[in-house]
């Protein structure tokens, strides 16, 4: 008898905030829209100054805001850059970035229970080595051209698709992505598509976005 044919668990949306959130009580009102709207799996409090770093500020203000909201709606709450304050802010995991302290260092800060994910911009071998250091996810990207993120390298499908067959740990397509160009980063292999600017852009607004984008998921994985 035959094995079964492995069947990829559906993708999902990893939704980003906006790197500046100037009224945090609208943003919060607008946010749960979106939540409304749709399968969200996490939500990334990105919060920037003017010179790349982390805004801690702003990130309190808006983790005090939303991060109760998100996770009534089963997301998970990822801190970007700053394990430490995803500790003090009950947040569920961190995200650490490219040129952020080790995968390693940060999994010391959180703890064995909280999320650790990790930027691999184009490199598969940096993905192995955050996967063998303890990240729960690594991310890919940019896909697309972006505004919202300075520092980016192009990254190809082949990507996804070599590492969907090679690898068990999941893997987010990041950079530019849109509604409109999400289907082949889905196909070739995203276990998440994390977006910013694609929802809060949107010309119809955030949660017709999240709704679009769920739509596109059900749509490819009943393919």
Same mark, same amino acid.
Not at 22 to 33: G, H, N, P
Not at 66 to 80: D, F, K, P, R
Not at 82 to 105: I, N, Q, R, T, Y
Not at 220 to 223: E, V, W
């Given at each position: =008898?035959?094995?079964?044919?492995?069947?990829? $668990?559906?993708?999902?949306?990893?939704?980003?905030?906006? $790197?500046?959130i100037?009224?945090?009580? +609208?943003?919060?009102?607008?946010?749960?829209?979106a939540?409304?709207a749709?399968?969200?799996?996490?939500?990334?409090?990105?919060? &920037?100054? +003017?010179?790349g770093?982390?805004?801690? +500020?702003?990130?309190?203000?808006?983790?005090?805001a939303?991060?109760?909201?998100?996770?009534?709606?089963?997301?998970?709450?990822?801190?970007?850059d700053?394990? &430490?304050?995803?500790?003090?802010?009950?947040? !569920?995991?961190?995200?650490?970035?490219?040129?952020? =302290?080790?995968? &390693?260092?940060?999994?010391a800060?959180v703890?064995?229970? =909280?999320?650790?994910?990790?930027?691999?911009?184009?490199?598969?071998?940096? +993905? =192995?080595?955050?996967?063998?250091?303890?990240?729960?996810?690594? @991310?890919?990207?940019?896909?697309? $051209?972006?505004?919202? &993120?300075?520092?980016t390298?192009?990254?190809?499908?082949?990507?996804?698709?070599?590492?969907?067959?090679s690898?068990?740990?999941?893997?987010?397509?990041?950079?530019?992505?849109?509604?409109?160009?999400?289907?082949?980063?889905?196909?070739?292999?995203?276990?998440?598509?994390?977006?910013? @600017?694609?929802?809060? !852009?949107?010309?119809?607004? @955030?949660?017709?976005?999240?709704?679009?984008?769920?739509?596109l998921?059900?749509s490819?994985?009943?393919?």
């Open positions: =008898m035959s094995e079964p044919e492995y069947t990829r $668990p559906r993708t999902r949306l990893y939704l980003i905030t906006p $790197p500046r100037d009224d945090v009580d +609208a943003f919060a009102a607008i946010l749960e829209t939540f409304s749709g399968d969200i799996a996490c939500l990334q409090l990105r919060l &920037k100054q +003017a010179d770093s982390i805004d801690e +500020a702003a990130t309190r203000e808006v983790s005090a939303v991060t109760e909201m998100a996770q009534a709606y089963g997301a998970a709450v990822l801190i970007n700053s394990p &430490k304050l995803a500790v003090e802010l009950g947040a !569920d995991g961190v995200h650490v970035g490219w040129d952020d =302290m080790p995968v &390693k260092e940060a999994r800060i703890g064995k229970d =909280m999320i650790v994910g990790a930027t691999a911009k184009n490199s598969r071998h940096v +993905a =192995m080595q955050a996967g063998e250091a303890g990240a729960d996810y690594v @991310a890919f990207g940019a896909f697309y $051209p972006t505004g919202t &993120k300075a520092g390298v192009p990254a190809g499908t082949d990507l996804l698709e070599i590492w969907q067959e690898m068990e740990i999941p893997c987010v397509a990041i950079g530019g992505i849109t509604v409109e160009n999400a289907a082949p980063l889905v196909t070739a292999g995203a276990d998440f598509i994390a977006v910013s @600017a694609g929802v809060w !852009d949107h010309p119809e607004g @955030a949660p017709a976005a999240v709704a679009a984008f769920n739509a998921f059900d490819l994985a009943a393919d």
